[in-house]
């Protein structure tokens, strides 16, 4: 029996979330094979099984782990047996007796055995060390239910996760608290009659010799619930349960799952907005309040956020840049650069060589304060943040310094990629020196970005809008950008922080120096 526990990730992260089981207890699985999918504070990823064998899930979707804990189990010694899953009973083709023959078997399938262990208290388990309540978000069985052993009965919450409450043995289901309580740990949240056997409840009889009245019809409208998930949308569980609940239309529901795996945050980002009709017979204004838990990924950037206002000494210089040139290249040369390289030629290309050119002649603003020392590189790796669906990510380009204009562009668009996927690695956030970030993709003209601690700049690019600027004594219209720098006073002087974002200006305004060529048209697609 091999152990498959959650492996380390980072330096900083000592536990993380259970998504989902993409195998399930008991299936037979390939070496290497995707197994589950985790959730990190900074970030989403895969663990594989070690060997082939019959797994043994030992943690439920939503639970919260520590890193090094046993997740699973695999039998490594057990073979695969083609056409494991017992099959359907087929339908007998011998005529039937006629009703008045009919003599009712004493025994047609067994009953199943009760556990025979009493009333049994459903209890909420530790769920981490700092975790003293949870909150009972949904009961997936309804009082009085027949459950089997290790059957999902509840869906709890607690501050870092939400995770599912198993059956601890087969029996009749009390439930002893409502939906929307506040539980401590170790308090009783149901009981199962152990002694009552699932399967054993009495059915219905009916009159001997006498055939069974055929139900009547229902309306069409009837015959079955309406359902909003269409075949090819796929839920969690909770999500599915609150769609039929709420009646929600897919169609006002964005998945942020893996496999555009709708989750439980986006039926109610649906449910919240007052922009879509997401219900039947809901008002298009309401008044209505919603309350979430932070993601984990939520939680590390508020931290983040905060840290960097009180630990660093933040100031913001700003400038405006003509985007004529570097707008009037990707015009002219954008098909002929992408039909060359395969991708498409962007502003952050532009930007990212201008800034590691300023870095290299302004050395403190690609440093930062360890103590009592200062640190500089002599490399730039470069951050570019990505608004992701579960959170703000910082992915970084290494080397950026020496990357050509099209493999900036290629690793921006694999990061972004892996980004909206939540597929980003933990070294692929890692060890920046200085970030980026296009506020402008969403309109904003102007802004006064956070240091990424512990960077020591970042510049915040923006939205490019015709403006009359006054050349020559002359009133033209030119397309601006306004520059946003902030810095930590601590380490950068003024004189610096102007002057860099000043050389990057001029660098945008001036392409052809940014290209290392008297030809910049031949030196851009060079590059």
């Not at 073979?79 to 899953?85: I, L, S, T, Y």
């Not at 055939?211 to 090819?232: G, K, M």
């Not at 979430?292 to 939520?298: C, D, F, P, T, V």
């Not at 009592?372 to 703000?392: E, T």
Request: with cysteine; net charge negative; hydrophobic share 40%.
């Amino acid at each position: 029996m091999i152990d498959i526990k959650v492996p380390t990730i980072g330096e900083s992260i000592t536990e993380v979330t259970l998504i989902k089981w993409i195998k399930k207890d008991g299936d037979y699985v390939e070496r290497d094979e995707v197994i589950a999918e985790f959730e990190s504070e900074k970030a989403t990823f895969e663990v594989n099984a070690e060997k082939a064998g019959i797994l043994t899930t030992k943690a439920g979707e939503g639970d919260t782990l520590n890193i090094g804990a046993t997740l699973a189990q695999i039998d490594e010694t057990a073979q695969k047996v083609a056409g494991a899953a017992a099959p359907e009973p087929a339908q007998s083709t011998t005529p039937t007796a006629p009703p008045e023959a009919a003599t009712p078997a004493p025994s047609a399938a067994p009953q199943a055995v009760a556990a025979g262990k009493g009333m049994i208290d459903i209890k909420i388990p530790t769920v981490g060390e700092s975790i003293t309540e949870v909150s009972l978000v949904k009961w997936l069985r309804k009082e009085g239910d027949l459950v089997k052993r290790d059957e999902v009965i509840a869906e709890l919450e607690s501050e870092k996760a939400t995770f599912e409450l198993n059956a601890e043995e087969a029996g009749k289901l009390a439930q002893k608290a409502k939906e929307g309580d506040t539980l401590k740990i170790g308090d009783v949240i149901a009981t199962i009659d152990s002694d009552v056997a699932v399967g054993s409840a009495p059915q219905e009889t009916k009159p001997e010799g006498k055939p069974a009245a055929p139900a009547p019809a229902q309306p069409a409208a009837q015959q079955a619930p309406v359902t909003s998930i269409p075949n090819d949308l796929k839920a969690s569980p909770v999500a599915a349960a609150m769609i039929a609940d709420k009646k929600v239309q897919a169609s006002s529901i964005t998945p942020s799952g893996s496999n555009g795996r709708i989750m439980k945050n986006d039926v109610l980002q649906a449910l919240a907005n007052p922009g879509k009709k997401a219900v039947e017979g809901q008002e298009l204004f309401t008044r209505n309040e919603r309350r979430e838990k932070m993601s984990n990924l939520r939680k590390t950037v508020s931290r983040r956020l905060v840290e960097a206002k009180n630990t660093t000494a933040m100031l913001t210089t700003f400038n405006e840049a003509d985007m004529s040139k570097v707008m009037a290249l990707r015009t002219q040369f954008k098909d002929k650069f992408k039909e060359k390289h395969g991708v498409n030629l962007g502003f952050m290309s532009f930007f990212t060589k201008a800034v590691c050119y300023a870095l290299q002649e302004w050395p403190s603003v690609n440093a930062y304060i360890d103590g009592d020392s200062l640190v500089y590189h002599d490399y730039c790796d470069i951050s570019i943040a990505v608004s992701a669906p579960k959170g703000l990510v910082v992915p970084v380009i290494r080397n950026a310094e020496s990357l050509s204009m099209a493999e900036i562009e290629k690793e921006v668009v694999k990061l972004a990629g892996k980004a909206r996927d939540n597929k980003l690695s933990m070294a692929e956030m890692q060890g920046g020196t200085f970030t980026l970030t296009n506020g402008g993709v969403f309109g904003s003209l102007l802004s006064t970005p956070i240091i990424n601690i512990p960077q020591s700049a970042i510049l915040g690019m923006h939205k490019i809008q015709e403006r009359p600027m006054a050349i020559n004594g002359q009133v033209v219209i030119k397309p601006m950008m306004y520059l946003a720098l902030s810095y930590d006073h601590r380490i950068i002087d003024g004189r610096e922080s102007v002057s860099f974002l000043v050389r990057v200006k001029e660098l945008l305004e001036t392409p052809e120096l940014l290209l290392f060529g008297k030809d910049p048209v031949k030196t851009l697609l060079e590059l």
